[in-house]
């Protein structure tokens, strides 16, 4: 979208600089050079049309099956006509905010202990390598972990293995960007918090998670935007389940991410329709969602 | 810095005069932090051993010969991971392929190419395809991707190349649905341009401005400079970055899932559906009861012994760099 109307000028300092010599460039060379600018324009053009033909297939699908009824009406059973997704949207608020709740203060405490207590320890380096691993690690991984961990020994599926496996995947996340930006907070306002007095849980508390506050709230806004959409670990850990969850969350509980692939993939139209609309109302949460958390760390920045 | 300070200072006066801190609250916060990052070592350490002692029995059973068995036969309690295995490295490796040169070509516009007001907006989309959900890569790529291929990309390309050697096999479509493991490969590609770019952008944009102004004095054109200075500069980690990508590629669930045909034979042609470990485990995961569920993790185990390798190469080149 963005990419087209630099194909022409390619408009780079030193490239228009150099337009007057043209004359003087074999064409091989210059040949060469239109032909990477025009493929890099090409692949970038490649990326925003994908992403426009998602967000354009969302729209148009999942707008038609928009009502009133698909928030205030749980999932149909197979064959039943109508229904709602108001359970799969419900239970996955529910797990989210569980895998949040469980993630942040852990990853928040990590965080700081890598940034202010272990610095270059070996053993901070160490854990600081698998984050980075735990990080990019398979989310099938971590719901097979889980699974064994919880599912079997609890005797069934939860929305309590469901968060915690949400929980295990946002981790990571939170400990990453708490390390960078109390990396970010200047070492002098710490000693200054030392002149005080104050001993280095006050320094901590009250100077640098004050001073790096924009950022860690948005790696608590990325780590939300990475598990709302997650669905490989709850397929293993709350599966999912056309009715109203019982409220301490053992069986299947119903979740958007499990509900699209079930759905999608089912051979009753109303479900599919179903599927279509919740994939754009998650699809939307996760984009704006990614979005605050850009448009936040920017203001943190500014400051 | 001034906001920074007097936010400090308005935090601290109007409290009343705070008690002289005990050194045991102090510990207690030390002790807590300390936990909490042992915690992330626990986990990675949990995750590696349920996964192997689930998947022990069908190890046992099988010996090695479930890593070279293709038999999947869950009436004869017959399995083997060959398959699997083969679909996964095809479809990642096919991942590389398409999607290493786009994000080279995104990560060069951006860097190199893009005039300074577009380069915010351009940069956002290709990060906030980073945010998509992979189950909608998924159904993007079944319902919109995978009919457009067969019909544009499968049926032609059949057509030509059938009764010729090689290509005949290896491009030929038996049912061209639209999915298989070229599709799975698009997709996967989709879906790890937007790290590998991001990345790559990073590296690129680190490499000092003098080098890259010194190569355009002495009168080099842009592919020059990108060719002979800023690639190989950032050779070392747009590699990790590449590994970083593989890692994902291999061990993505859902996307795969939907697109890949879910096929437990081998087939010559990258047309025709197959499986991979991870799409696999999806399908069959809910069902598996016994044997089929050992053996399923002892799939997983494979996955994450191979992701974690090709992740822990990734890291390590990509700090190389930073470091350095």
Redesign the interface.
Known sequence: ???R??LAP???G??A??AP?WGR?RAG??T??R???I??????L???V??G??LL??IV?GLRGFSLALFTEPTPGPGSEGGGIANAILGSLVMTTLGIVVAT???V??G???A???KTSK??D??R??????L???????G??V???MVRTMGGYSGWAGGVALA?IA??VI?RTTEDMLRLV?GP?RE??AALG?????V????TW??AQAGIVTGILLAL??I?????PL??TA?NNNSWFSPNLMGGVANL?VM??QF??SPYENWRQL??AG?LL??VA??A???TA?VFLRGGKA? | MVALSENVALAAAPRRARSAPSPIADRIFHLAAYASALLVLLVLAGILASIAYGGWPAFQTFGPGFITSSAWNVGREEYGAFVAIIGTLASAALALVIGVPISLGIAIYLTQLCPGWARRPVAMTIELLASVPSIIYGMWGLFIFAPLFARFVQVPVSNLVEGLPIVGTLLYAQVPSGVGVLTAGIILAIMIVPFVASITRDMLDQIPTVLRESAYGIGCTTWEVVRHVLIPQASVSIIGAIMLGLGRALGETMAVTFVIGNANRLSASIFDPGSTIASRIANEFNEADGMQLHALLALGCILFVVTFIVLIIARLLVRRVKVA
Do not use: Q
């Open positions: 979208m963005d990419a109307p630099n390619a408009s780079h030193a490239a600089l150099a010599t460039v060379r210059r060469a050079d032909a990477l600018k493929l890099c324009a090409l692949a970038t490649l990326g925003a994908v992403l033909s998602i297939m969302l699908e203060p852990v990853g405490m990590a700081t202990y890598l202010e207590y272990g053993l901070a160490l854990i390598f698998l984050n980075d691993i735990l990019s690690a398979p989310s099938i991984l971590i097979l972990f699974y064994t961990v295990i981790t990571p400990v200047p306002l200054a918090g104050a001993p280095p849980s006050l901590i508390r009250h100077v004050r001073a935007a990475r709302a959409g997650e669905t490989a397929l293993f599966l991410p699209i692939y999608a993939l599927a279509w994939a998650i699809t996760i984009l969602l990614s979005i850009r400051r």
